[in-house]
Antibody, heavy 114, light 109 residues
């Protein structure tokens, strides 16, 4: 199971920070992703990280995104800097299963507003 | 970047009818790495099909996927009430490594 956690409200220009806790299995041996969905819109892939720390980001967000992993806590995290209202979305963590995503968290809504 | 264009935007059908959803890629999709997801309000997407035509675990056989060049199709042979949802296609392989279509809403007529 995957569970997202973090603030539901972030101010413009600040940094959005979310954590995904993996339970029922080890975070090692898999790649882990963040995917977001603005309200009423489609899905956007943000990036992934391996258990060893190698990353791959969406070029459209690359300058603002950092994904990190803490294997001791079975967690991985997302940081998105300089947020604007356009970053308001439901953020999902998911386990990369090769070419697709089978395991998803329930999602957490993050609103960017002053 | 590979752009996935889904059609129609909205499909209105009745239970028992056949649904055909389209996903067209702007260029070739690597090894037919194309997946389909179903999403209901307030829920995370659910994987239905991967590698264009392989059903995911526990997915009923009324769901099927096919590919022809850059055109991909999700077919639901006989709609059940629980099938009315939004459907997304997703490709893997081209930077950005994963992209999604804009979705098709399947609604009850």
């Amino acid at each position: 199971q995957l569970q997202e956690s973090g603030p539901g409200l972030v101010k413009p220009s600040e940094t959005l920070s979310l954590t995904c806790t993996v339970s029922g299995g080890s975070i090692t041996s898999y790649y882990w992703s963040w995917i977001r969905q603005p309200p009423g819109e489609g899905l956007e892939w943000i990036g992934y990280i391996s258990y060893s720390g190698s990353t791959n980001y969406n070029p459209s967000l690359k300058s603002r995104v950092t994904i990190s992993v803490d294997t001791s806590k079975n967690q991985f995290s997302l940081r998105l800097s300089s947020v604007t209202a356009a970053d308001t979305a439901v953020y999902y963590c998911a386990r990369r299963d090769g070419s697709y995503y089978y395991h998803w968290g329930q999602g957490t809504l993050v609103t960017v507003s002053s | 970047e590979i752009v996935l264009t889904q059609s129609p935007g909205t499909l209105s059908l009745s239970p028992g009818e056949r649904a055909t959803l389209s996903c067209r890629a702007s260029q070739s999709v690597s090894s037919n790495y194309l997946a389909w997801y179903q999403q209901k309000p307030g829920q995370a997407p659910r994987l239905l099909i991967y590698d264009a035509s392989t059903r995911s675990v526990g997915i009923p056989d009324r769901f099927s996927g096919s590919a022809s060049g850059t055109d991909f199709t999700l077919t639901i042979s006989r709609l059940e009430p629980e099938d009315f949802a939004v459907y997304y296609c997703q490709q893997y392989g081209s930077s950005p490594m994963y992209t999604f279509g804009q979705g098709t809403k399947l609604e009850i007529k």
